[in-house]
């Protein structure tokens, strides 16, 4: 696909659905009551990585001190600088890619995924780079789809995935598992949950999803 020069990661026309999509999301999905929960009780330093619109924003609490949101794909990364100058804590929003972040070593005391491993290029990369940015002890709150429901679903999902769904979806992949990737990175999982977006209405493809935490050994 086309895109600006110097941009890291180009889905111009993806960028622009998601767009659309992820602000209807918040209310008629309920994703905005999600995301509640993905960032409640956060405080000081946190690094964003893969912040795409900035829909996160508007959610973290005042305890927060500074929010490092790394976006890849430019355009996304244009609305997420227009979300950064209304959100009620301080946002810097740069490029960057997850397997690569561009931030100093231990800096943060948590970090934040959210509907972004599924299309990184590389998750265990990304997840190691996860714990050099992260403080001993710090933080991941996540939020990530990946397979579920009965056979027929995740015999769907693994279709998808090997045909139109990465290039279709702007590299997002349906059956990456969060949790076992957590672990094989060296996270402690804490509490998680599986939920269904939206709550209400039918099963799709994308719906299933993990809500939790997990921690970086001191």
Known sequence: MAGRSGDAVR????????????VAAETRGGLGVVRERLLGGL????????AGNGM???????????????EPEGRLRELAREAALRAEVP?????????ALPVKSEAFDAAVVSLVLCSVRDVSRALGELRRVLRPGGEVRFLEHGPGGGRAMRFTQRALDRTVWPPLVGG???????????????????????ITLPEEGPRLPYSYCVLGSAVRPS
């Open 11 to 22: 889905h111009p026309v993806f960028a622009r659905c998601y767009a659309r999509f992820s």
């Open 43 to 50: 405080g000081g330093r946190v690094i964003e990585v893969g």
């Open 56 to 70: 996160n924003f508007s959610h973290y609490p005042r305890a927060v001190s500074e929010v490092v949101a790394i």
């Open 91 to 99: 946002v810097d929003v740069v490029p960057g890619v997850a397997e």
């Open 172 to 194: 997002c992949h349906l059956t990456r598992d969060t949790l076992a990737a957590l672990r094989d990175a060296g996270f402690v999982l804490g509490p998680y949950r599986r």
